[in-house]
């Protein structure tokens, strides 16, 4: 069966510092992966997403991931965060049919 | 950039009534969901829709959820009879195709059952 796992409930970094947060994934075939972004109040925007060929993708507001099928893994990363880059963070694999699964999040405090 | 809306912004509602949820998706996609998140916890499947009629459905989805589109615009979900788990931030998203096309969220209707 299709999942998701964010193994970082909660991460805590300074500002300016660089952002890794880890996401793994259990699915059959060749997947399709995002990472979303939740501000608080607010709905979920599409940060980047990962469908085929080049295992490192851009994404919006200076965040990238790489997917690597050997670990099954799509970790997002950002190598200066902003305090405006406080958020919960989502990745998710879209799976049969037009379902996606979503990881229970990472939420993202980022310190002056 | 074209947006997913969805009204109201909160619900308060009392244990039995029935409540609707409305949203309106991009003009242009075809697919229509449902996604639930209660508090503190992950984002879950409801609901897909295409072409009219409900292309995929979870566990989480029984006979007290429908969903309708009633015109060319709006996306609804009916919640009968709501309990105090119902109680939980529903999102409302599209994509112009299916499965490999990422989702477009609206900003949710957070529901609470008193």
């Known amino acids: 069966a299709q999942s998701v796992t964010q193994p970082d409930i909660h991460i805590t970094v300074s500002e300016g510092a660089s952002l890794e947060l880890r996401c793994n994934y259990s699915?059959?075939?060749?997947?399709?992966l995002f990472w979303y972004v939740q501000s608080p109040g607010q709905g979920l925007q599409l940060l980047l997403k990962?469908?085929?060929?080049?295992?490192l993708v851009q994404g919006i507001k200076g965040f990238e991931a790489e997917f690597k099928r050997s670990q099954s893994s799509f970790n997002l990363r950002k190598p200066s965060v902003h305090w405006s880059d406080a958020a919960e963070y989502f990745c998710?694999?879209?799976?049969?049919?037009?379902?996606?699964?979503f990881g229970t999040g990472t939420s993202l405090t980022v310190i002056p | 950039e074209p947006e997913v809306t969805q009204t109201p912004s909160h619900q308060v509602t009392q244990m039995g009534q029935e409540v609707i949820l409305r949203c309106v998706p991009i003009?242009?996609?075809?697919?229509f969901y449902w996604y639930r998140q209660i508090l503190g916890q992950k984002v879950e499947f409801l609901v897909s829709?295409?072409?009219?009629?409900?292309?995929?459905k979870s566990e989480i989805f029984d006979d007290q959820f429908s969903v309708e589109r009633p015109d060319g615009s709006n996306f609804t979900l009916k919640i009968r009879s709501t309990k105090l788990e119902d109680s939980a931030m529903y999102f409302c998203?599209?994509?112009?195709?299916?499965?490999?096309?990422?989702?477009?969220f609206g900003n949710g209707t957070r529901l609470t059952v008193t």
């Open positions: 998710a694999v879209g799976g049969p049919g037009n379902q996606f699964y």
């Open positions: 829709f295409y072409n009219n009629e409900i292309s995929e």
């Open positions: 699915y059959g075939a060749t997947p399709y």
């Open positions: 003009s242009n996609h075809l697919y």
């Open positions: 990962y469908f085929s060929g080049d295992t």
């Open positions: 998203a599209s994509s112009d195709r299916s499965y490999n096309s990422p989702l477009h």
